[in-house]
T-cell receptor, first 113, second 109 residues
């Protein structure tokens, strides 16, 4: 039972490079989320999705894009990486039938140099 | 706007001592609150939610709407309780969570 799977675990990018953080869940959850966590800060919501084909901005969406073509996958795209995007990224999923509990991936640690 | 405040970044207690991790919230709607925990080298996971009114691993949390608080308590701390604890508030459509900045609990022998 994999739950929420994130890849890669670690990545170093140069300024201006692009990359996609992958997130997949096997719990048939409707809702999926991307958070970033900076040192000493709480998790801040970047984007979320309430179902396939539907996405919306969270608190800190600038510099990121998402898509949700399937229920299982919710990739996060960084188009022009900047040092301010150095952070730990967490993907999560939930379902109202699951009592609004969010299940988290193990995280991706990204450094932009 | 919604806000979750955890005033302590670090809380250090001795084994067997009582623990109280503070959480205050600001929200105009009807709050639904959670405590999430992250043990060393593990992913963030739910500890408890106020609607359940249950005790998990000896922890309890009571929602106090008058004081807008949801403090996490345990009468006797154990070494395995050492972890990062986050208070979170469910807000808006899409089941969004607003997190506090977290409190690192360290239980010393």
């Amino acid at each position: 039972n994999a739950g929420v799977t994130q890849t890669p675990k670690f990545r170093i990018l140069k300024i201006g490079q692009s990359m996609t953080l992958q997130c997949a869940q096997d719990m048939n959850h409707n809702y999926m989320y991307w958070y970033r966590q900076d040192p000493g800060m709480g998790l801040k919501l970047i984007y979320y999705s309430v179902g396939a084909g539907i996405t919306d901005k969270g608190e800190v969406p600038n510099g990121y894009n998402v898509s949700r073509s399937t229920t299982e996958d919710f990739p996060l795209r960084l188009e022009l990486a900047a040092p301010s995007q150095t952070s730990v990224y967490f993907c999560a999923s939930s379902n109202r039938e699951g009592k609004n509990i969010q299940y988290f991936g193990a995280g991706t640690r990204l450094s932009v140099l | 706007a919604q806000r979750v405040t955890q005033p302590e970044k670090l809380l250090s207690v001795f084994k067997g001592a009582p623990v109280e991790l503070k959480c205050n919230y600001s929200y105009s709607g009807s709050p639904e609150l959670f405590w999430y925990v992250q043990y060393s080298r593990q992913r963030l996971q739910l500890l408890l939610r106020h609607i359940s009114r249950e005790s998990i691993k000896g922890f309890t949390a009571d929602l106090n709407k008058g004081e807008t608080s949801f403090h996490l308590k345990k009468p006797f701390a154990q070494e395995e309780d050492s972890a990062m604890y986050y208070c979170a508030l469910l807000t808006g459509g899409g089941n969004k969570l607003t997190f506090g900045t977290g409190t690192q609990l360290k239980v010393e022998l």
